[in-house]
């Protein structure tokens, strides 16, 4: 079983607050990813790590920053944020060419 | 042209009836084919991988792979309404990078 965790769950926020939302694995995988969907939407890579001190900007152009300074751990930051972050955010991992196994997400509502 | 084309339907068939779900993709050199569910709401959790060209089967899914043609496609036999979500098409690209590509998906409604 898949063992990768996000917090929080549900975030409400006001414009121009930091947040950072969190994102573990126990399964030791070396690659991370974090992935934005709007509802109905498809899935946008954002960021990703092929392992320790290792980050990748992904395809949709993003305002946040990760860092990976443990193998289970890789937090997103965003400095200000805004009603256009107003998205899900999914966390996944993966080892090797294996399959990416998926967070339950943080649903980040900015008002 | 995306790189990972699927039709965002909706596909709706019968209770019972077998579904079928295609995926087109435009990397030749793609390694690995993967096919998610997602409920509304919620992540996208996975059915099936396929490598090799051909069928693969498990339980009520079979995933086939045409790699000359580019193409993958998801048979679901026997549909639930339990089966009525979206499903993604996913492929990891050619050596050298390790990014997965999703395709937009396809929602399927099984009528009961």
């Known amino acids: 079983e898949a063992d990768i965790y996000q917090t929080p769950r549900y975030l409400v926020i006001g414009t121009g607050k930091k947040i950072t939302l969190e994102c573990s694995q126990t399964m030791g995988h070396d690659k991370m990813y974090w992935y934005q969907q709007d509802p109905g939407m498809e899935l946008h890579l954002i960021h990703y790590s092929y392992g320790v001190n290792s980050t990748e900007k992904g395809d949709l152009s993003s305002e946040s920053t990760v860092s990976r300074i443990r193998t289970e751990h890789f937090p997103l930051t965003l400095e200000s944020a805004r009603p256009s972050h107003t998205s899900q955010y999914l966390c996944?991992?993966?080892?090797?060419?294996?399959?990416?196994?998926f967070g339950p997400g943080t649903r980040l509502t900015v008002l | 042209q995306k790189e990972v084309e699927q039709n965002s339907g909706p596909l709706s068939v019968p209770e019972g009836a077998i579904a079928s779900l295609n995926c087109t993709y435009s990397?030749?050199?793609?390694?690995?084919f993967f096919w998610y569910r997602q409920y509304s709401g919620k992540s996208p959790e996975l059915i099936m991988f396929?490598?090799?060209?051909g069928d693969k089967e498990d339980g009520r899914f079979t995933a086939q792979l045409n790699k000359a043609s580019q193409y993958v496609s998801l048979l679901i036999r026997d549909s639930q309404p339990s089966d009525s979500a979206t499903y993604l098409c996913a492929v990891k690209g050619t050596s050298g990078t390790y990014k997965y590509i999703f395709g937009t998906g396809t929602r399927l409604k099984v009528l009961a």
């Open positions: 396929i490598y090799s060209n």
């Open positions: 996944a991992s993966n080892e090797g060419l294996a399959e990416q196994f």
């Open positions: 990397d030749r050199g793609s390694q690995s």
